[in-house]
DNA sequence: TGTCTATTTGGCCAAATTGACAAACACTAT
DNA sequence: ATAGTGTTTGTCAATTTGGCCAAATAGACA
């Protein structure tokens, strides 16, 4: 395995990776429109607060979203709003996919 | 777990996973510029070209790229130009990390 | 200080991903 | 038909990821 490709590419890819889960483009759809806490987050995803408190770490950690407390709550909010950019294109794929019929 | 909201974004998310690999953008950003077989594109990474097929595939199947097969040779193509503005943001993203400090 | 609320972290298990080797396959060309 | 070339697939081990529960932590406020 070719190292140096490897390292070019790491951060790209785990830039991707952190995008790369329904939650976590759940996440990214709800904060394009308001600021959320991490217990309404769960509530609406129905999922552990746990669960959704590491969620928004790797989010946190890749820079995609940032987090804000306010007394005991934690607000999050949007910070890369070229994400939805990402979004379009991704359905332009999802969209050639369903033309073509689908995926597998 | 919410199933509807599972069921909303694993399309999108199975796209940011089939790109969320050192290899698999290593190979989009070589096919941004010409045709590759995937032998050559194996011995350029340094992986085994059984390794590099399934990757190939990853992304054949998610319709990033196409593969034409001449003679014995199947030459890959990128199939959704618009990926490299994902490429873009994501530039964005990792110099704001560095500005930042970087991650993890 | 002590308590209450909200969030994060540790531990553990199940499921998914990655990589290599070898075997199978598809096709070309003798 | 047979050999040769290039690609894909079967299998399996090692690693990573995702989920929940329970315990730990951080800060607000009496």
Redesign the pocket.
């Known amino acids: ?1 070719n190292q140096e490709i ?1 390292q070019t590419y790491q951060i790209e890819s ?1 830039i991707f ?1 952190s995008m ?5 483009l759940f996440i990214i759809h709800q904060l394009e429109n308001k600021k959320y ?4 987050l ?1 509530d609406m995803a ?13 989010l ?1 950690r890749h820079r995609i979203i940032a ?1 804000e ?7 999050y909010t949007l910070n890369i709003p070229c994400v939805l950019e990402f979004m379009t294109c991704a359905n332009k794929v999802i969209n050639q996919q369903n033309k073509l019929g689908g995926i597998i």
Do not use: C, W
Request: proline share 3%; aromatic share 2%.
């Open positions: 395995m490897i785990s990776k790369a889960h329904p939650i976590r806490g991490v217990q309404e769960a129905e999922i552990d607060i746990s669960t959704m408190s590491r969620h928004l770490d790797t946190k987090g407390k306010i007394k005991n709550n934690v607000f």
